[in-house]
């Protein structure tokens, strides 16, 4: 069976379901990571297989995990993960660093669990977000043309219309993180 793909906020109305979640590695204590999306933050216990993999994982990680919702003793949720492939993560780009400080668990969290932010400063001058975002919007840009060029006038019309959304989306996503550093 599929995971089905959620935001972490809504995790408590999955109890017992297999579900995927990704986000941004905050902390990991034992084989307990803590992962937040934006809505909230999870705690993703590995377990089994998965376990090995505790050393492979930094704070400031992007994560993508699928697994099984679980009740904790303490009446949180979490995330149990127990094959390695169930777990596919990617460096922060920029080579980023993530600093950890204590903090009481959140809802959702084990007692284990701990809070972090990213350290802007850690970014320096040389990162390539920018760069790559440019060269998507670059890319976009000329498939428009070309699309533009070949097409009919229907065919024009949805690509301008696609090209708009797509466009906004980037915008977006690129205001969330430039928000996102902003306020770490």
């Given at each position: 069976?599929a995971?089905?793909?959620?935001?972490?906020?809504?995790?408590?109305?999955?109890?017992?379901q297999q579900?995927?979640?990704?986000?941004?590695?905050?902390?990991?204590?034992?084989?307990?990571?803590?992962?937040d999306d934006?809505?909230?933050?999870?705690?993703?216990?590995?377990?089994?297989?998965?376990?090995?993999?505790?050393g492979?994982l930094?704070?400031?990680?992007?994560v993508n995990?699928?697994?099984?919702?679980e009740?904790?003793?303490?009446?949180?949720?979490?995330?149990?993960?127990?094959?390695?492939?169930d777990?596919v993560?990617?460096?922060?780009p920029?080579?980023?660093?993530?600093?950890?400080t204590?903090?009481?668990?959140?809802p959702?969290?084990?007692?284990g669990?701990?809070?972090?932010?990213?350290?802007?400063?850690?970014?320096?001058?040389?990162?390539?977000?920018?760069?790559?975002?440019?060269?998507?919007?670059?890319?976009?840009?000329?498939?428009?043309?070309?699309?533009?060029?070949?097409?009919?006038?229907?065919?024009?019309?949805?690509?301008?219309?696609?090209a708009?959304?797509?466009?906004?989306?980037?915008?977006?996503r690129?205001?969330r993180?430039?928000?996102?550093?902003?306020?770490?």
């Amino acid at each position: 069976m599929a995971s089905q793909v959620i935001a972490i906020s809504a995790l408590t109305e999955h109890v017992g379901q297999q579900v995927r979640v990704g986000g941004t590695v905050r902390a990991i204590v034992g084989d307990i990571v803590t992962v937040d999306d934006g809505t909230g933050q999870a705690a993703v216990r590995l377990d089994g297989e998965a376990a090995a993999l505790e050393g492979q994982l930094q704070p400031g990680d992007l994560v993508n995990v699928s697994g099984t919702v679980e009740r904790t003793a303490a009446g949180g949720v979490e995330v149990v993960v127990a094959a390695s492939t169930d777990v596919v993560s990617m460096p922060l780009p920029g080579g980023a660093v993530a600093t950890t400080t204590s903090g009481a668990p959140g809802p959702g969290q084990s007692d284990g669990a701990t809070d972090s932010s990213i350290d802007p400063a850690a970014m320096g001058s040389d990162s390539r977000a920018p760069v790559v975002a440019a060269v998507v919007l670059l890319g976009l840009a000329s498939m428009s043309l070309l699309a533009f060029a070949f097409a009919g006038r229907d065919r024009r019309a949805r690509a301008r219309a696609a090209a708009t959304r797509t466009v906004a989306a980037l915008r977006q996503r690129l205001a969330r993180a430039r928000t996102a550093l902003s306020h770490s």
